[in-house]
T-cell receptor, first 115, second 113 residues
């Protein structure tokens, strides 16, 4: 069975500073994918970044980067230069590379950016 | 990436009634997924809907309570049956994207009174 753990229910960060949101996972699959999503108060799910288990380089997308440590089974999201608009819920998710393609989510971290 | 139109965006329903949620995708997709997000919680997968076959339900979810229709490769419906206040949640549909990201509908905020 697959499991995603996010241990930080809430985080604060000062505007323009960097913040790391933690995510650990557990799976018996050799091949899998890791995702981060942002959910603002409007409720929409916004895809941020993806990391494949065989990718050697950490994924980056603009101000978002994923600190992937395979041996430790962690996939932390780093947001650089935080903006007020980054205040939202952040979910880590995983998909095993079996035929089901289903995405399993962690419990989420609520990030609040302070001006 | 695919664009999903989800309807209704919100509804308030009486207990004991049923609500059908629709998702229309602008391209053909093999699998569609239905999630429930209870207040203040994460997303929980209800079922995977494949065209031409019965939906695959996750543990804790049954077809009698959450019947799913998938008549073609661009459309699916989820019905929440015999509703109780505990069914008050956001319901979202999703499809797998070509560039690894999954696209989600805008969600249906359901309140059962």
């Amino acid at each position: 069975a697959q499991k995603i753990t996010q241990t930080q229910p809430g985080m604060f960060v000062q505007e323009k500073e960097a913040v790391t949101l933690d995510c650990t996972y557990d799976t018996s699959d050799q091949s899998y994918g890791l995702f981060w999503y942002k959910q603002p108060s409007s409720g929409e799910m916004i895809f941020l970044i993806y990391q494949g288990s065989y990718d050697e380089q950490n994924a980056t997308e603009g101000r978002y980067s994923l600190n992937f440590q395979k041996a430790r089974k962690s996939a932390n999201l780093v947001i650089s230069a935080s903006q007020l608009g980054d205040s939202a819920m952040y979910f880590c998710a995983m998909r095993g590379m079996d035929s089901s393609y289903k995405l399993i989510f962690g419990s989420g971290t609520r990030l609040l950016v302070r001006p | 990436s695919a664009v999903i139109s989800q309807k209704p965006s919100r509804d308030i329903c009486q207990r004991g009634t049923s609500l059908t949620i629709q998702c229309q995708v602008d391209s053909q997709v093999t699998m569609m997924f239905w999630y429930r997000q209870q207040p203040g919680q994460s997303l929980t997968l209800i079922a995977t809907a494949n065209q031409g076959s019965e939906a695959t339900y996750e543990s804790g979810f049954v077809i009698d309570k959450f019947p799913i229709s998938r008549p073609n490769l661009t459309f699916s419906t989820l019905t929440v049956s015999n509703m109780s206040p505990e069914d008050s949640s956001i319901y979202l549909c999703s499809v797998a994207g070509q560039s690894y990201g999954y696209t989600f509908g805008s969600g249906t905020r359901l309140t059962v009174v």
